[in-house]
Structure formats: C-alpha cells, structure tokens
C-alpha cells in the first residue's frame, strides 16, 4: 500500500501525506548505524551524514540493505545475543527501500537530526570523549608502493605517570596500507602483560571497549608493541600508527583479559574446499565471556565458538557462516556469560582452499601459518574478565596481582 501510495502521488504530482523522507525517516536510522562509519575520514568510502551526500548513493543503499550486506554483521541469529548486533530491523530496511523506490525525497530540513559530535579521528569519542592520552610511533614507516607484504614488530614508549586502569583503547593508521595492527603490552620487567593484547586495528574493526565495570591494568613503565601488517598497493606510503586510551574513572569491579584459541599447525592442502581445524583453551578460573572475534585470511569459511562446562554441557556461542577478511568484526555479548573454571572455548574453523573461492590467492598450493594474508591464521579472540576481591579506586590504583 505505502508504494501504491507514492506511485500515485507521482502520477498526480502530489507529494503523498505519509511520504517517506530523508530528513524524517532516513537519516535516523543512518545516525544510529551507519555514520560511524560513513563520514569523512573514516573506513566507508563515501560520507552519508547529508541529503546531498546520500541521495547519489540511493540506488547502492537500496542494494545493499536490501542484500543485508549493509551493516555488516555476519553471525548466524540463531546463537548469541550480542550488544553491538549492527543488522537493520525489518522495518527500517523497508523504510530505507521505500524511500529509494518512492525517488529518494529530502523532506523537510527542521525535520533532520541532531548529528552526533564526532571528534575526527577517533570513533570512540562518540562514546567517549576525546582520549586521555595518545600513544604514537616514534618513526614514521615508508611502506614501498610494491612488493610483498611487511609485518613489523615496533615498540611504542608508554609514558604514564602512574599505574592506570584503562576502559578502552583504539588502534589509528595510515588505511591505504596497514591492514591489521595488533597491541600488546611489555610490562617494567620486558614480560607481555598477563592480561594479554590491549586492542587491533581489522578491516572493519577499529577500537576496543571494555564490559561495562572493568577495566585493564597498565603498569608504570610499560611499553607497547605494535605488530602491524602492511599491504603494498601500488603507491608510496607513510604511516605513523598511534592508540588511544581511556581512563577510568569510576569504582571498577572486574578486571579484563584477552586471550585467542590458536592453531599455529595449520597445513591446508591444494584444491582442499573444506579444511577442519579445531582447538580449546581452559579456564583457569571463574569468569566471565564478554566478547569474540574470528580471525582468518582469504581462505577462511566459517567459525564457530563453543562453550563446554565441566558437567559436560556444550552450548554454541557464536557461529559465522560466511566469514569475510574484509569485515572482522567483534560480537561483544549483551551479557556477560559465565564460565566457571575447568570450562572451555572451543573454537572450529574451516577453510576453503579450492578454486570455487573467488578470494582465494592460489589455489594449487600448501598453505600453512602466516602473518601474510596470502598464509593463513586459525585465530579465535575472545575477551573475558575476573572478578576482583574488591572494587578497586582507579584514581588510586593498587595492583590486582598484590591484593
């Protein structure tokens, strides 16, 4: 009935009452899931916080949120709830369709939305604020315009003050060229922090927020490492990568920790279409889940998380299908799961080494473990968080490991 109407009102001239509009109906749902993204200097390739700036792309949006492409999000709605599920609702993909089939109508400017304060650079200050603090590279990288990928390791001076507890960290670069970068954290003694990687920067993934009430716990005198990975394209690049922090501010009650089911073993043979690999990792305390995220290269298919509890229950955790090297997003739970000690995260991934993958780089050959995109990873990230003998003051932070 609602393109009956518009196609009558087009008939007769006539705007329709009940006209979809951008201004109106549009740019809000835009708002809350599409322009953190979709703005200038960010990931998406096009900006989409102006009626000028969508309607050229009205026929592509139609498309793709029609396809259920756009937003990504790429987990099976049968497991899991998840606090940053991106998927449009029903009813906003057929406001977005109408819309575009009724000739993508401005409507009205007073009906436009407050935009939200973006703070260019950092997608977390929509959140957040700007960040307490900044650490970059000392050096700028030159990335050649040819040749064969480069994985760097660089220590990065963290120079705090005092002993932090931090809530969140986002990892910046150059995009043209840094496809991942991995930070982890070198503690006063040279040691990796227990609590383990701090954030990544993915294609499609950009900052980490810790569960609400926790937070990470940053020694005085600790470095950061980067472990980066650039993609030559075709053009001389620089990049000076830096991440951002966030302190805490409030009472926190848990403190966080990242940990990654790995299967550094991997041998895919050629032409194989449907490579298993499978691995565990072991509680070795009560807990809590908070958060996954998949990681693999062109040749990965799906992957799923399972729990298993010491009584022998098993319960699927997350599940994605189609996975997309393009897109690694984290599923960041609405709750919390609890996982008492002795459960386990089993994580199972296939591959997919056979011609049919259009992605695939070669597919006459053995591929095993790699940092470079044309190797392969089996990685299963995952964020949990204990819970503390007490709350802890984060202005004045004693160390979990002491109490």
Same mark, same amino acid.
């Given at each position: 009935m609602l393109v009956l109407a518009f196609v009558l009102a087009a008939v007769s001239g006539a705007e329709a009452p009940d006209a979809i509009t951008f201004t109106k109906h549009v740019a809000p749902i835009f708002v809350r899931s599409c322009m953190t993204c979709h703005r200038p200097g960010e990931i998406a390739p096009m900006s989409l916080l102006s009626y000028e700036e969508a309607r050229?792309?009205?026929?592509?949006?139609?498309?793709? $949120?029609?396809? !259920?492409?756009?937003?990504?999000?790429?987990?099976?709605?049968?497991?899991?709830? *998840?606090?940053?599920?991106?998927?449009?609702?029903?009813?906003?993909? =057929?406001?977005?369709?109408?819309? $575009?089939? +009724?000739?993508?109508?401005?409507?009205?400017?007073?009906?436009?939305? %407050?935009?939200?304060? *973006?703070?260019? =650079?950092?997608?977390?200050?929509?959140?957040? =604020?700007?960040?307490?603090?900044? *650490?970059?590279?000392?050096?700028?990288?030159?990335?050649? %315009? +040819?040749?064969?990928?480069?994985?760097?390791?660089?220590?990065?001076?963290?120079?705090?003050? +005092?002993?932090?507890?931090?809530? %969140? %960290?986002? $990892?910046?670069?150059?995009? !043209?060229?840094?496809?991942?970068? $991995?930070? +982890?954290?070198?503690?006063?003694?040279?040691?990796?922090?227990?609590?383990?990687?701090?954030?990544?920067?993915?294609? =499609?993934?950009? *900052?980490?927020l810790f569960a609400k009430g926790s937070g990470k716990y940053v020694r005085k005198g600790s470095r950061l490492r980067f472990d980066l990975h650039y993609h030559p394209y075709g053009n001389e690049e620089r990049d000076r990568s830096s991440v951002g922090v966030w302190f805490a501010r409030k009472p926190l009650e848990w403190q966080a920790y990242t940990a990654v089911v790995a299967d550094p073993a991997l041998a895919i043979p050629p032409g194989e279409a449907n490579y298993r690999s499978v691995g565990s990792w072991e509680f070795p305390f009560d807990a809590e889940l908070t958060l996954m995220k998949p990681h693999m290269h062109y040749r990965g298919k799906d992957m799923e998380y399972k729990a298993v509890y010491p009584d022998g229950r098993e319960e699927i955790l997350l599940y994605v299908p189609a996975y997309d090297m393009n897109w690694q997003m984290t599923y960041d739970l609405a709750r919390p799961l609890p996982m008492p000690k002795g459960a386990k995260v089993v994580v199972t991934a296939h591959f997919d080494n056979s011609p049919d993958n259009r992605w695939n780089p070669d597919p006459e050959v053995w591929v095993y473990w790699g940092d470079d995109s044309r190797d392969e990873m089996m990685e299963g990230w995952f964020d949990y968080r204990k819970k503390l003998d007490a709350p802890v003051d984060p202005l004045n932070p004693v160390s979990p490991h002491a109490r």
């Open positions: 050229p792309w009205a026929g592509s949006i139609k498309r793709e $949120v029609e396809n !259920r492409a756009m937003p990504p999000w790429h987990a099976d709605a049968r497991y899991g709830t *998840f606090a940053n599920d991106r998927r449009l609702t029903e009813e906003e993909i =057929g406001t977005i369709v109408a819309w $575009v089939d +009724s000739g993508a109508p401005r409507g009205n400017p007073e009906d436009m939305p %407050a935009l939200p304060a *973006f703070l260019e =650079g950092w997608q977390l200050s929509h959140f957040l =604020g700007p960040p307490d603090a900044v *650490f970059p590279m000392e050096d700028e990288f030159v990335v050649p %315009a +040819s040749g064969p990928d480069l994985n760097p390791a660089i220590d990065v001076p963290m120079p705090l003050d +005092s002993d932090k507890w931090l809530i %969140a %960290a986002e $990892v910046r670069g150059n995009p !043209r060229v840094v496809h991942h970068n $991995v930070v +982890s954290v070198y503690g006063p003694d040279g040691e990796r922090d227990p609590t383990g990687r701090l954030a990544s920067v993915t294609p =499609g993934k950009q *900052f980490d």
